[in-house]
């Protein structure tokens, strides 16, 4: 606004061809002129436009203005209408024939009075006479016709082509429509642009993206839906081959059979002799320990090794456990140090089974054999083996050092396995009946020991066991007595003689006589210094052998026995005799 009256903007009008060319702006001001729409003309009709009279040359100057619009000041334009008709039109711009080149950037003239104007300057002649039923500027209502609507791209610019070149300007200058009836491109931050429905294809528009083929986007689909697959389908093999299938996993097992086992088999040995075999566990002289058993008779005579139960002192200090696990007290019936033997009873006990016994002279070697046990307090563990040896002379004991607790036993050797808590199980034949003992191991540093105080805690093979013979006959003594009697020949044996054989001391203990008068050897002739080296034709090597020979034996058995007087070889046949054991 300027002195509070409107400032209109000319609207020079041309033919729709000069609309194509584009031309310079004039060098002056712009004035409005009569019948341009000044502030007393209205829209239309429109009157023809004045010829230019602008001399060639003066395009030179105002080749730098670009819109006439841009080219009038606000408080010019209101000087212009003032004047009214009255007023000297200006010069209007010229129209060229001449090539296409960018526009130079718009320079703005300053707002200059009509008299301060230089004078108008000769312009060249329009290519055709003006028509005032010309076709008006998009935009533009016509008197005939409504204005076209406003049309808009149809895809959106994408960000490389947001950038839209100017349009060039028109023959015809035209004021610019309001912003909010001006069409854009629909990108953000494109420059608002004017459409053209004369002009060559819309060069003023963005071009549209070009769409994006069908056929590639299914390849990518069926790549993705490939890839998918894959992995779904490798996750379930993977859990197939670990899991070995989706549904319960069922393993292939033998039909339930016929589970009896012929009875000479070691498991019908073991299921035949285990409910006869007993655990022990006693108590006493600030001790503890841990053996192994088996009932003589249905009267609760359990047969078992001295050294098991040496240390208890009453019934309380010795507890039995069956096979089936019922749990009793026992007392101590008798029990015998040289031959390592002891016998207990339990009572109020029901359904005992006294296990069958053997005949160790029938024994030989080879003979496959069962061990039943309590190795470590494992009860009812059963090995088996063979017989490795037979007649094997051993000693065991000696604890005490005056010999009084040493054990001889011409045992029966075998290899089935025999650890500490073995000792006083049964040791059975290939009819489950018993026919040894189970009562040393030998041990691996040298020596033989008995099973719970060897100096080797595990088996190497070479277990010993006191023959039932010799078993039977000692249980029955210390049931029916309460102890046991040994045979004896009636001699004292020097235990340093280093020489092949047993020799007769000169002296006896306490220095008394060596061969005891009117014993058994002094009436089969023996004297001092003889050296046995036969018992019934078997070879003995030193006087603990001779001792286990003839404890093989029962009191009133009649011996041969070779000797060796003055270098001289002699045979000797007496009658073993009798004394109490300890």
Known sequence: MDNGKPNWWSRPSSTPEAARIPSPPPTGDVTDRPGAGGADDGDFPLPAPQPPTTPPG?????AGVTDPTEATGVSGAAEVADAGPAAEPEAAPAVLLTKSEPPAPAVAAPAASAESAPAAQPTSEPLHA?????????????PWAPAPPVQHPSAPVPPQQAHVPPVPPQAHSHPQPPLHQQPHSGAPGAPWVQYDPWGTGGSGLPPAPAKKSRRGLAIVGALVFALVTGVIGGGIGAYVERNGGLTTVELPQADAGDTDRAPESVAGIAASALPGVVTLHVKGGG????????????????LTNNHVVDSARSSEDISVTFSSG??????LVGKDTGYDLAVVQVTGVSGLKPLPL????????????????APFDLSNTVTSGIISAKERPITAGGEKGDGSDVSYVDALQTDAPINPGNSGGPLLDSKARVIGINSAIRAAGGGSGEGDSASQPGSIGLGFAIPINQGKRVAEELINTGKATHPVIGVSLDMQFNGDGARVGEKGKDGSASVTPGGPAAKAGLLPGDVITKVDGQRVHNGEELIVKIRAHRPGDRLELTLTRDGKELTKTLTLGSSQGA
């Open 130 to 142: 003006p028509d005032e039923y010309r076709t008006p500027p998009y935009g533009e209502p016509g």
């Open 326 to 331: 019922e749990t009793a007290r026992a007392k």
């Open 58 to 62: 003066a395009e030179a100057e105002g």
């Open 358 to 373: 053997g005949n160790s002279d029938n024994v030989r070697v080879g003979d496959p054999v069962v061990a039943i046990g």
């Open 287 to 302: 001790s503890s320990g841990t053996g192994t058993g088996f009932v003589l008779d249905t009267k609760g005579h359990i």
